[in-house]
């Protein structure tokens, strides 16, 4: 089975310019997350989609940031114009059933950021 | 306030022995569940072990078994016969089912195996 696919792996920008990541949830998941990773951090969520409506969204700096779930499959987030502060790692991660008590989430790769 | 504490910033064990991660979190929903996730230098995130809240027996896989003491409000992970492998990242995370059901993580534990 595949897992979850993100791209680019790395990305380099310069502050100000705008970048988006895509991701590819393991086939069946309903549930599609994106987390961000400060270095020396735990992950932290920015947006929970349930097929391809928006879940929690409450940690997203939405002056900046902004996801799409179309389909309720693939995903993108975009940052739009980037700061210094947003580089990091974006983690992508998906699950079958949000509902269930001991649902599983499966994390992707990743996305390095680093704003220039 | 935090609702994960991860103490040990690092950790050393020779390869062969076993090994304990510490854990705390703080809750007041009844209903929540516990992981521990691997992260090496890659990146990516891999899922250990899960324990419920209800469960009464602690979860095991593998060489991984989670120590649930859920008076003290702990799940220290507990690895056996450490391989260089093991060398990573260890992340806590709870998932409180009474709210928006996410993911919080704790800061992490950097292990490292010695040969």
């Known amino acids: 089975e595949a897992g979850v696919a993100q791209s680019p792996r790395y990305k380099i920008i310069e502050k100000r310019q705008s970048v988006a990541f895509w991701c590819n949830p393991i086939s069946g998941h309903a549930t599609l997350y994106w987390y961000q990773q400060i270095l020396g951090q735990g992950p932290k969520l920015l947006i929970q989609f349930q097929n391809n409506g928006v879940v929690d969204d409450s940690q997203l700096p939405k002056d900046r940031f902004s996801a799409e779930r179309l389909k309720g499959v693939d995903s993108t987030l975009k940052i739009q114009p980037a700061k210094l502060e947003d580089s990091a790692v974006y983690l992508c991660?998906?699950?079958?059933?949000?509902?269930?008590?001991?649902?599983?989430?499966?994390f992707g790769a990743g996305t390095r950021l680093s704003v220039l | 306030a935090q609702k994960i504490t991860q103490t040990q910033p690092g950790m050393f064990v020779q390869e062969k022995e076993a090994v304990t991660l510490d854990c705390t979190y703080d809750t007041s929903d009844p209903s929540y569940g516990l992981f521990w996730y691997k992260q090496p230098s890659s990146g990516e995130m891999i899922f250990l072990i899960y324990q419920g809240s209800y469960d009464q027996q602690n979860a095991t896989e593998g060489r991984y078994s989670l120590n649930f003491q859920k008076a003290r409000k702990s799940a220290n992970l507990v690895i056996s016969a450490s391989q260089l492998g093991d060398s990573a990242m260890y992340f806590c995370a709870m998932r409180e089912i009474g709210s928006a059901r996410q993911l919080t993580f704790g800061s992490g534990t950097q292990l490292t195996v010695l040969p």
């Open positions: 991660a998906s699950s079958l059933d949000r509902a269930a008590r001991g649902d599983i989430q499966y």
